[in-house]
């Protein structure tokens, strides 16, 4: 494979125009570059002098087989590569001067690509995120359901909404977020675009809550969940998931995602009791010397 086998350009909807179809068609498994580059269009339609992120495709007999984007802030996300792919791009993203902070992708993908960065660059990566893709399958709610009922939350949520984020980022240590939710730059953080759902009990109090995406290619993502800490064993966040997700399908959306910790055992089981399904799983590295990214 030729390095000019990789299509560059910083023309986001040129890109789409070329790589849409690609990218929707396999709405879960793409989720993340899905949602990245839908965000990185909107930016740049509203900002016309912001940096401009690098997007690459990869073609052969016509058609695009896999896709790269490389955003202002250093972040790197890649769809499945073979090794011999992955190397190739790596090479390329080297000679041409590009410097990723950190790349995301599939476990494989985002593995040959720290060790191939590490040889061309002398970089050294470090892994920073590991987890499991579930797309929802047939939506079961939890037995016995805890009290309460599901609520799109409004503007008068904005309060609470923002303090169980950053709660939710001091427990999974997201600095990047909470440096941008204490800077007051809500709609700059990854949850400023994200949908709401509370669970509350009976008395209208909200004890849990789940995010969701917009829907793009068919696709919503749920992300984060969260529940206080004192709430836990309740059953709320199965409550909560099982509402978001159904508010998701409401939607139109006919991939429905989430990810989850691998070493929180309790999730994944519960995410599989109401109907979630293994996918695939993900992974991150951070590359020495470069600074976060977002």
Known sequence: M?????????DVDDFLARAGDFLRSR?????TPLTDIEKLRIRSAAEHDAEVPTFGQLES???????????????????PLSAEQT?????????????????????DTASAFAESWQRHTGATPVPFWRTHLYRLGTLTPPQPRPEGQGRITDGKDREQVVRWCREFCVEVGEQPSIDLIDAGSWDDSRFGDRHFTFWETPD??????????????????????YTPAHLRGRGYAGAVTVAASRAALTAGATDVVLFTDPANPTSNALYQRIGYVHVADFAGYKFSGAPEAG
């Open 27 to 31: 709405p879960a498994l793409h989720n």
């Open 204 to 225: 209208g109090t909200p004890v849990a809550m789940a995010a969701a995406t917009s829907i793009v290619g068919g696709m919503i993502r749920v992300d984060p969940v």
């Open 2 to 10: 030729r390095p000019d086998d990789w299509q560059l350009t910083n």
């Open 61 to 79: 007999e016509g058609e695009v087989r896999a896709i790269f984007y490389l955003t202002p802030r250093g972040r790197l996300g890649l769809t």
């Open 87 to 107: 190397d190739t791009l790596t090479a390329h993203l080297a000679s041409l001067g590009h410097s990723p902070s950190n790349v995301i992708a599939d476990h």
